[in-house]
């Protein structure tokens, strides 16, 4: 166990290096005023772990790198604590006995993979053991359950997603609204990237060779290990034909009796399979936009993918820029935190957004010509209620008319600016 430890925590010798800031750690700074434990949620190489890297390089300014320790449970070495949480405890003794320091901060990367994580965390937390204690996990059930409501009142959480857009602007050095006018055809070919290729770390990284079979990975574990294996799926080849079927089927309609006849399962598996690729984070279904609970509940559904990657991977005969446009303006949005829904009563708006007190009506439409501009205006002069913002976000086009009641704005220059 020893060897592990001190493998897994290289910042006891030198700081983590080549780490992208999050617009999100700024927030996770502001919350080290507060004793809760800090949960970190969301998909697969998101960045959680790179998050954990970058607060303790923020820590270890102000305490000895050995008072902090990081744990990441998905090492194969763990695999045998699974059923025993008291293995928490002769971690951290034998970390005492390594450093001969008290461990101040505990870092548990993909906290789930071990059963009853919880009772562990409130025990110590309620001891005040530590100073601060972070956890990470890869399933949105984490902070649910009877075991889950021990931590009612001693968490805050926040929910991480692959790199933004302006956090990819970040990284090429693009900071300015002028840079990015300067600049425009690169920045236009990082979002034909985010497009096609989504923005996982790694995946942005690598060359257009590799970036496919490092989705397909990333894919088949999710399915496989946050999926098949977390809810014990037995018919493993139906739920992956209702995954791929979802996939190459982004922002159709659907019921779940619908899901159901297309890959021969019943619809109330089918419901379930879906509740658990969005338990997984890989993806989220979007409800009718409508005042009524029950209608919501009732009415067909939409899904997007939470990165443009995986649908990549989904079966097209074309390139299908608009949809893919619409999947990246949906994960746009929920990044900077707005929860979103649709409308489709006789006509079409694609997203009603909402965040604090707003509601933002959004069509996403690649390229407005005369042949779709009429449907696309329509779909949002024809809203039965009121909002505080109506767009449609092209890929590079902006204008304003109707007396600035509609606004065409560009997909890069709305998100720079949000």
């Given at each position: 166990m020893e060897k592990v430890i001190i493998s897994q925590n290289r910042h006891w010798d030198i700081p983590y290096s080549n780490l992208y800031n999050r617009t999100i750690f700024e927030k996770l700074k502001r919350n080290l005023q507060t004793k809760h434990i800090q949960v970190i949620q969301g998909i697969r190489r998101s960045g959680k772990s790179t998050l954990f890297k970058l607060m303790i390089n923020h820590l270890s300014q102000e305490i000895d790198p050995e008072e902090i320790l990081y744990i990441n449970l998905d090492d194969p070495f763990f695999i045998s604590f699974g059923d025993d949480a008291t293995k928490f405890h002769?971690?951290?003794q034998r970390t005492k006995k390594i450093t001969q320091k008290e461990v101040k901060y505990l870092f548990l990367d993909e906290v789930q993979n071990i059963k009853g994580w919880e009772r562990y965390i409130k025990s110590v937390y309620d001891s005040e053991e530590f100073v601060k204690i972070f956890v990470t996990g890869s399933n949105s059930t984490l902070l649910e359950g009877e075991l889950a409501t021990l931590l009612t009142g001693r968490y805050l959480s926040v929910q991480v997603y692959p790199l933004s857009f302006k956090e990819i602007l970040n990284i090429n050095n693009i900071t300015s609204y002028m840079q990015t006018l300067k600049e425009l055809p690169k920045v236009?070919?990082?979002i034909d990237n985010m497009m096609e290729h989504g923005s996982f770390v790694e995946v942005y990284e690598h060359n257009d060779e590799f970036k496919r079979d490092i989705l397909n990975s990333y894919y088949q574990t999710i399915l496989l290990k946050d999926c098949v294996s977390n809810h014990s799926i037995r018919d493993v080849k139906?739920?992956?034909?209702?995954?791929?079927?979802?996939?190459?089927?982004?922002?159709?309609?659907?019921?779940?009796?619908?899901?159901?006849?297309?890959v021969g399962i019943h619809d109330q598996s089918a419901k379930e399979y879906l509740g658990y690729l969005e338990n997984s984070y890989l993806c989220t279904e979007l409800k009718q936009f409508s005042f009524s609970l029950k209608e919501q509940q009732n009415s067909k559904k939409k899904i997007y993918y939470n990165d443009n990657g995986f649908v990549s991977l989904s079966f097209r005969f074309s390139a299908n820029y608009g949809k893919l446009l619409e999947n990246l303006v949906l994960t746009e949005l929920l990044k900077d935190g707005y929860e979103c829904y649709f409308y489709n009563k006789n006509f079409e708006c694609d997203f009603i957004a909402q965040k604090e007190n707003k509601t933002i009506a959004i069509q996403v439409c690649y390229e407005l010509n005369d042949n779709n501009k009429k449907r696309e205006f329509n779909g949002l002069k024809k809203l039965p209620f009121s909002v505080d913002e109506k767009l449609i976000l092209t890929y590079n086009q902006a204008q304003e008319i109707d007396s600035n009641e509609i606004k065409v704005i560009s997909f890069w220059e709305y998100f720079f600016l949000l």
């Open positions: 002769d971690i951290v236009l070919k990082l139906s739920f992956k034909e209702l995954s791929f079927y979802l996939l190459s089927n982004i922002s159709s309609l659907y019921s779940y009796s619908s899901l159901g006849k297309a």
